[in-house]
T-cell receptor, first 112, second 112 residues
């Protein structure tokens, strides 16, 4: 139990579907992050939220849309994804932007 | 662009052996280097290093940073099968953003 919970654990969707990934942290942290982990590639930062404000968008295509309604919850809305978007999507949080990040178990996403 | 290179890419050793994992980096305005262990899902935090020459230790694991030569090592002594995992190295720059740049990891397998 890492204190960062992601749902669903697995998701299979078609290219025209719309779905959302959810992340919740019970650690009282103020910063939250979305990462993409593809096979044989380093973890890639996608988005950063600090005190609910987006502070980084790492050139992510608009078919990925983040939402942070409060410091404990983070969503990633998915629409019209491509097969190359199949990956493990990891959420992380940290007390502030200087402290180590704590990761959730991820959502394994497969695009058909 | 910040860069992290880990070596070896994979390593297989027998239980009881000692291993050394390497991480070299290029980063503009270095702030810190972090080590994570990733078994099946969530990367779990091991160490954060900010100063050269100061060893961080946790049980059988230890790590040290050399800011002059731009590398870090992670040592594991008396390895156990539970140490089998991918070990990730990441660096953070000091430009006030939250971006962690990760390496591709070293896959360590411990044979009983």
């Amino acid at each position: 139990e890492t204190g960062v919970t992601q749902t669903p654990r697995h998701l299979v969707m078609g290219m025209t579907n719309k779905k959302s990934l959810k992340c919740e942290q019970h650690l009282g942290h103020n910063a939250m992050y979305w990462y993409k982990q593809s096979a044989k590639k380093p973890l890639e930062l996608m988005f950063v939220y600090n005190f609910k404000e987006q502070t980084e968008n790492n050139s992510v295509p608009s078919r990925f849309s983040p939402e942070c309604p409060n410091s404990s919850h983070l969503f990633l809305h998915l629409h019209t994804l491509q097969p190359e978007d199949s990956a493990l999507y990891l959420c992380a949080s940290s007390p502030d932007r200087y402290q180590p990040q704590h990761f959730g178990d991820g959502t394994r996403l497969s695009i058909l | 662009e910040d860069k992290v290179v880990q070596s070896p890419l994979s390593l297989v050793v027998h239980e009881g052996d000692t291993v050394t994992l390497n991480c070299s980096y290029e980063v503009t305005n270095f702030r810190s280097l972090l080590w994570y262990k990733q078994e099946k899902k969530a990367p779990t935090f091991l160490f954060m290093l900010t100063s050269s020459g100061i060893e961080k230790k946790s049980g059988r694991l230890s790590s040290i940073l050399d800011k002059k030569e731009l590398f870090s090592i992670l040592n594991i002594t008396a390895t156990q099968t539970g140490d089998s995992a991918v070990y990730l190295c990441a660096v953070k720059s000091n430009f006030g953003n939250e971006k962690l740049t990760f390496g591709t990891g070293t896959r360590l397998t411990i044979i009983p």
